[in-house]
């Protein structure tokens, strides 16, 4: 199958920056835990070394690239998709200085930990006397 077949069946969620190419909105899943919260993106083909996750002012960013797998070969068919994906949240309450990151088969995992003031605080009762 020819490159142009494929590029015409292209998700909706990707977009075309000026001047490069795709652009992937990466599927997310965010869990809350009393500790923070834990981010999962979907990047396939993206290594540690091509993702950018930043957090400023409230806003935490995802930046990552996916390299192409194969140069000068003849495609019969190709589905793999090559670029750039892009995501950011708006997520306040969090520690930035303990923000951590990790990749792993494709996903790649945020944590946002919660500052101490932020996190639940178990309250002991006794009995009045």
């Not at 075309?16 to 835990?33: C, L, S």
């Not at 996750?53 to 995802?62: S, W």
Request: aromatic share 10%; glycine share 6%.
């Amino acid at each position: 199958m020819a490159e142009t077949n494929v590029n015409k069946s292209r998700r909706q969620s990707e977009t075309k920056m000026e001047g490069t190419p795709y652009t992937y909105q990466p599927r997310v899943d965010i869990i809350e835990t009393d500790e923070g919260f834990t981010l999962y993106a979907d990047v396939p083909g993206a290594k540690p070394e091509d993702i950018d996750v930043r957090y400023e002012k409230g806003e935490l960013m995802l930046h990552a690239r996916c390299r192409p797998r194969h140069e000068n070969v003849r495609w019969l068919y190709r589905e793999y998709g090559v670029g750039y994906f892009y995501r950011s949240f708006t997520i306040e309450g969090i520690d930035p200085d303990k923000i951590k990151a990790e990749v792993k088969n494709g996903v790649l995992k945020i944590h946002l930990p919660k500052p101490e003031a932020a996190k639940p605080k178990k309250i002991t009762v006794t009995a009045a006397s």
